[in-house]
């Protein structure tokens, strides 16, 4: 196996021990998530269609911090959504079970959403101002 990496049975198969150390880390959560959290976004996405062992943790960084609410709702389905705005669908038909299963494994990830109001309550025309 000169040259090649094969993936066996939650470990990385090389030819050099180095390598199989070096992907070790990997196996333990909190160390891959401190090396992921170096990374940028581009990044982790690579990371985690790379190789199935650095999957989990890279997608848990890359979904951990969101600045909007968009990225979950494009996880929900395309099929017979009327776009409201740019950041509202409203959806045609139902979820189903798989749509489900896919949003909350995503959205379970989130640690962190920045979500700006629609409106400022104080701003309001039905709130009395002052003299």
Same mark, same amino acid.
């Given at each position: ?15 050099? !021990? +180095?390598?199989?150390?070096?992907? *070790? %880390?990997?196996?333990?959560? =909190? &160390?891959?998530?401190? @090396? ?24 848990? !960084? +890359?979904?951990?911090?969101?600045? *909007? %609410?968009?990225?979950?709702? =494009? &996880?929900?389905?395309? @099929? ?52």
């Amino acid at each position: 196996m000169t040259g090649q990496s094969e993936y066996q049975g939650g470990q990385i198969h090389h030819g050099g !021990e +180095l390598f199989e150390k070096a992907a *070790s %880390v990997f196996s333990i959560p =909190e &160390l891959a998530s401190m @090396v992921f959290a170096f990374a940028d976004q581009a990044t982790l996405a690579a990371c985690a269609v790379v190789c199935p062992l650095w999957k989990e943790p890279a997608l848990d !960084e +890359l979904w951990k911090h969101l600045d *909007s %609410v968009l990225p979950l709702t =494009e &996880l929900l389905p395309d @099929v017979g959504t009327l776009s409201l705005s740019e950041e509202v669908d409203d959806l045609v038909r139902l979820m189903r079970s798989v749509d489900w299963t896919k949003f909350r494994s995503y959205a379970q990830r989130v640690r962190n959403l920045n979500v700006e109001p629609s409106y400022d309550p104080y701003e309001s025309s039905f709130i009395p101002r002052g003299p």
